[in-house]
C-alpha cells in the first residue's frame, strides 16, 4: 500500500450511520445524508440499509454522478447557478433534482432554461452569514416564493439552512443554546409557508434532542467525523472512522518533533487551534496507552511536522507508521481520493477518474 | 467548460520560465526546477526550451511519474523513507536519482536495501525548523557523510538547503537579509566538504543579486506565481499565471458580499493575512480598471465567499465569471488536477489519472 493512505474503518462508519438513522426514526425526520463528505458509492450503499434514499450533494456535477448511479431523489445543497443548466434537464430526466434558491431572477431564468422539472427550497440564513434569506425577511422571501410559483418547470420544496456557525461551538450546551431559537424561526416559516424544512448541520445533529418544527436532516460529516468535530463536542475520538496513515521519515530531538510525509496535499490546510492558541492539522492517535498530546504543527506541500511529547517522541521511530486524525474529514478524503479498508480493499471516490468524472 | 476551472497563461508561464532560466544562465547556476507545483509534462516540457535536463519533485511517486516520462536526472527534495525502496531501484535504473538524507540509520538501511546505484544530498535546516541538519552541526554532517561514503550504492552528492521561512517576509530587503547568512553557511559547507550547494524558494530565486557559494537552484512556484508571493514582494500580480474562474451565484447587498461556485476543494484552504489582519483565501482581479479590493473572505467545502469594495459589488452581477489569484498556486493547482488555456485546451496533471498513477 502506497503511504499515505486513508484508512476506513467501515464498522465505525456502520455504526455512525446507524446512529444517525435511528435518531433520524425516533424524532420522525427524514434522512437525507450529504455524500460531500465521502463522496463514494460503496459508502452510499451502506445507508440504503438504512431505508434512505434522498441524499444530499455539494455540487451539480456530484449530483449528476449519484444520479447515474441509482440515486433518484438529489438536493444539490447549493445556490442554483445558471452554467449548468443543461446539466438540469438531463439529471431530471433520471431523478428528483432540487436546488436551493436566493435569487428571483435566477429562478426566472432557470425555469426558462429547462424543460424538465425540478424543485426548488428557499435557502434560510439563520445568521452564519454565507448564503440564503435573513429567516426574517419576509418580503423577500414572499418574493421568492411568487417566483418560483409562477414557474411552470419549478415546484417549491419548502426551506434550506445550514447553520454552520455551530462549528465554532465548543460543547453540547452552546450548539444547542445557537440552535434553539434556529428551529423556532424555521417554525414559524413552515406554519406560515408551508413545505419541507431541512435543517443539517453534523454539530446539531449529533448532540440536540429535540427537532420540533424540522422535517428532515441532512449531516454528511458524521459518516467519518474527525478531530474538529472533538473539538465541537459532536463526537468522540473513538468515532472517527478515518485517520491518516503516514511514514515517519526524520526525527529532530533537540526539539521534540517528527518529520512525516503527509502534508498540504493529504490533509488540507484546514486547522484547529490548541489550548494555547497553536495551530493544529491533525491529531496523532498514539502508539500509546496513556493517550497522546502529540499533532501536526505545520504543513507543506508533502511534509508534515508533528510536535510530540516527551514519551511519544521516544517511543515512535523513523520507519514507523504513525496513525493521525484529520482535522476536517471531507477535506481529506477530497484530497486522498480513495479508501483503504481493514482487509486492504480500496474503495474510491466519484472524482477518483478525472476531474468531475469529465 | 465546466466551472470552476483553472485559467492558464502559457505566455506568462513561458515568461517566467525565461526570467528565471536568464538568472540561472547570469550567474553560472544548474536550473533544476522543482516540478510540484505545476506536476505536468506540457509544462514541463517548456523547460526543456532553456537548456533544463535536471528537475526537482516532491514524492518518490512524482520522480517515478517523471522518470517514466523522459526525464532522467530527478532530484526527490524530501528526506528518503525506507517503504519505498523498491521504487527507488525501479527509478534508478531510467534516472540519475537524488534523494535527500537525515539519518545515518535511514542511509545504511537504504544502502542494504537497493540495488542500483543512487545519489544523496544532505539536507541542511537554515533556521526554517522543517527538516534537516542545521547547518553548523558538524558532527551530524560528519557521521550523515561517513554514512553515504561508506554505502556502496550511494553517492555524496552535496547539500540541499530549502529556506521557507522566507515565505514570512514582505519585502527584497527582508529576503535578502534573510538569506545572505544562509549563503555564507552554504558557502563554509562547500569549502568544507565539497560536493553540489543546491538553493531554491521561489522568493529567494526571484529577488536575489547575488548567489555566491550556491551551485544549483530549484524554485518551483515561480512557473505560476500567486498572490502569496506578491505579498512577500517576489512578484507582480501581472506575473501570476494562473486564475481560478468562478461563477457567481448569489448577491448580498446587505453585506457587499458575493458567494461563488468555488471553495475549499479548489482553491485549498491556505490563506494570507490583509492589513486588518483578516484572512483572504483567494484575490479578485478586478473587472474594473480601477483594480480591486475584492477578496475571498471565508471558504467551505464548495462555497466562497466574496467580500467586495462597494463599486465592485455592483459591477458583479448574479451568473458573471469572476477571476480570482489563488493564494498558494501550488495547492490549488493540485485540487483542481488540470488546467485551462486561452485557447480552451486542456492541460492534465500528473495525478489526473488516479491517485499517483496508481
Given at each position: 500500500m502506497r503511504l499515505p493512505f486513508l484508512k476506513l474503518d467501515l464498522e465505525k462508519v456502520a455504526s455512525n450511520i446507524k446512529t444517525m438513522a435511528d435518531n433520524a426514526t425516533k424524532h420522525k425526520l427524514e434522512f437525507r445524508p450529504h455524500f460531500k463528505t465521502h463522496q463514494s458509492l460503496v459508502i452510499a450503499q451502506l445507508f440504503k440499509e438504512h431505508g434512505v434514499t434522498g441524499i444530499t450533494v455539494s455540487s451539480i456535477y456530484m449530483a449528476d454522478?449519484?444520479?447515474?448511479?441509482?440515486?433518484?431523489?438529489?438536493?444539490?445543497?447549493?445556490?442554483?447557478?445558471l452554467s449548468n443548466v443543461k446539466l438540469y434537464d438531463s439529471i431530471a430526466k433520471r431523478s428528483k433534482l432540487?436546488?436551493?434558491?436566493?435569487?428571483?431572477?435566477?429562478?426566472?431564468?432557470?425555469?426558462?432554461?429547462?424543460?424538465?422539472?425540478?424543485?426548488?427550497y428557499i435557502e434560510i440564513d439563520p445568521g452564519y452569514g454565507r448564503s440564503g434569506i435573513r429567516y426574517d425577511n419576509f418580503a423577500l422571501i414572499d418574493e421568492l416564493l411568487t417566483a418560483i410559483n409562477s414557474?411552470?418547470?419549478?415546484?417549491?420544496?419548502?426551506?434550506?439552512?445550514?447553520?454552520?456557525?455551530?462549528?465554532?461551538?465548543?460543547?453540547?450546551?452552546?450548539?444547542?443554546?445557537?440552535?434553539?431559537?434556529?428551529?423556532?424561526?424555521?417554525?414559524?416559516?413552515?406554519?406560515?409557508y408551508g413545505g419541507n424544512i431541512s435543517f443539517g448541520d453534523t454539530p446539531s445533529c449529533s448532540v440536540r434532542d429535540n427537532f420540533d418544527g424540522i422535517d428532515q436532516i441532512s449531516p454528511g460529516n458524521f459518516v467519518f467525523y474527525d478531530w474538529m468535530q472533538t473539538q465541537i463536542g459532536a463526537c468522540t475520538p473513538e468515532q472517527i472512522a478515518v485517520t491518516m496513515h503516514c511514514e515517519v521519515v526524520a526525527k529532530f530531538p533537540e526539539r521534540n518533533e517528527v518529520l512525516i510525509h503527509g502534508g498540504a496535499v493529504?490533509?488540507?490546510?484546514?486547522?484547529?487551534?490548541?489550548?494555547?492558541?497553536?495551530?493544529?492539522?491533525?491529531?496523532?492517535?498514539?502508539?500509546?496507552?496513556?493517550?497522546?498530546?502529540?499533532y501536526i504543527k505545520s504543513l507543506s506541500q508533502e511534509h508534515g511536522l508533528v510536535a510530540c511529547s516527551q514519551a511519544e517522541f521516544s517511543a515512535i521511530e523513523i520507519g514507523d507508521i504513525i496513525e493521525v486524525f484529520p482535522i476536517h474529514s471531507c477535506l481529506t478524503a477530497n484530497l486522498m481520493r480513495e479508501y483503504v479498508t481493514a482487509s486492504g480493499k480500496v474503495i474510491p471516490q466519484f472524482g477518483s477518474g478525472s476531474p468531475y468524472q469529465r
Open positions: 454522478f449519484f444520479s447515474k448511479h441509482g440515486w433518484n431523489d438529489i438536493t444539490v445543497a447549493f445556490p442554483a447557478g432540487k436546488v436551493l434558491a436566493v435569487d428571483k431572477a435566477v429562478v426566472k431564468k432557470i425555469n426558462n432554461a429547462i424543460s424538465e422539472s425540478i424543485s426548488m414557474s411552470e418547470n419549478i415546484q417549491f420544496e419548502g426551506f434550506y439552512c445550514h447553520a454552520g456557525h455551530t462549528y465554532k461551538c465548543t460543547s453540547k450546551k452552546e450548539i444547542v443554546a445557537l440552535t434553539d431559537p434556529i428551529l423556532e424561526s424555521l417554525g414559524t416559516l413552515k406554519t406560515k493529504h490533509f488540507s490546510k484546514d486547522f484547529v487551534l490548541n489550548k494555547d492558541g497553536e495551530r493544529v492539522y491533525g491529531f496523532v492517535k498514539s502508539k500509546m496507552n496513556a493517550g497522546s498530546e502529540s
